[in-house]
């Protein structure tokens, strides 16, 4: 159910059911994705039950099964960017500017591929989001600029690796920053987008395996938390822009848990 409130018992009713946990407040209204046994629709809601509409069906088919799945919707570039599930396994990459007319798909994955909702974000006037494999359970970094022929897998030399939840992205430079998870641990990769400009953070490995740092900046430096096999837990920051990883201090001083070790 989508539902509205003003803080108090008495004003906080439904205004519709059967929706996605995709929303998003966009120019003074707010939008959501529905499934049902007609189809899956793009909605908008002013918090009325007479003011909830839909604004474009964006398939038709029985997807009542659907109801209540977990995708993303993000406002881009003063438009709505946001993934929805169809028939046959597909998934659909749509931008809308809150209108029928104005909302497009850009791109569909079906077959061994699908959208990954575990990841989207704005970074250097881009919008990135991610792309499972299913058969070898790999996840690619993808972007797009809010057209169909922008909208892309960066790079599958730089995948993102097997993902679990949750996961950390950082935009810093115009860059977004990821790690790629593998077997023996989480390498730190970054993208502007374009496949010349992705690449490997020089550093090495940077947590055990399925372990995903967090990131953050301050003063114009990003730092980031993550596990050491050595160590234990390390506060690092990236210096050199955008080349190498290093700890702030000796390793002695860098074990924030256990601390004491006990």
């Not at 519709?16 to 707010?30: E, L, P, R, V």
């Not at 599930?85 to 597909?90: D, K, R, W």
């Not at 006037?125 to 058969?135: D, E, T």
């Not at 690092?236 to 201090?249: E, H, Q, T």
Request: net charge negative; aromatic share 12%; hydrophobic share 30%.
């Amino acid at each position: 159910f989508t539902w509205v409130g003003d803080g108090t018992e008495s004003g906080t009713h439904s205004v519709q059911n059967d929706c996605d946990y995709t929303q998003a407040h966009h120019n003074g209204a707010n939008y959501f994705i529905r499934y049902d046994n007609t189809g899956t629709g793009l909605y908008s809601t002013d918090g009325t039950q007479t003011g909830t509409q839909l604004v474009k069906q964006l398939y038709t088919g029985d997807m009542s099964a659907s109801a209540g799945s977990r995708h993303f919707m993000d406002e881009y570039n003063g438009k709505l960017v946001f993934a929805t599930f169809s028939g046959a396994n597909a998934s659909q990459l749509w931008i809308s500017d809150g209108t029928d007319a104005g909302t497009m798909q850009l791109a569909e994955y079906g077959g061994d591929y699908i959208i990954n909702p575990i990841v989207h974000k704005t970074a250097g006037g881009k919008y990135f989001f991610c792309v499972s494999s299913n058969p070898q359970n790999i996840s690619y970094l993808a972007v797009t600029d809010g057209t169909v022929s922008g909208t892309k897998l960066v790079n599958e030399d730089f995948d993102m690796g097997v993902i679990t939840d949750p996961y950390s992205v950082h935009e810093f430079g115009s860059k977004l920053y990821y790690t790629q998870i593998g077997t023996n641990g989480a390498t730190l990769c970054y993208t502007d987008g374009t496949e010349a400009g992705s690449g490997k953070v020089a550093g090495g490995m940077l947590t055990p395996a399925s372990i995903v740092p967090i990131f953050g900046t301050i003063n114009n430096e990003m730092y980031f938390i993550g596990p050491n096999s050595t160590f234990g837990t390390e506060l690092s920051r990236l210096f050199d822009f955008p080349l190498n990883v290093a700890s702030i201090k000796e390793p002695a001083e860098l074990l924030l848990y256990p601390n004491p070790a006990n």
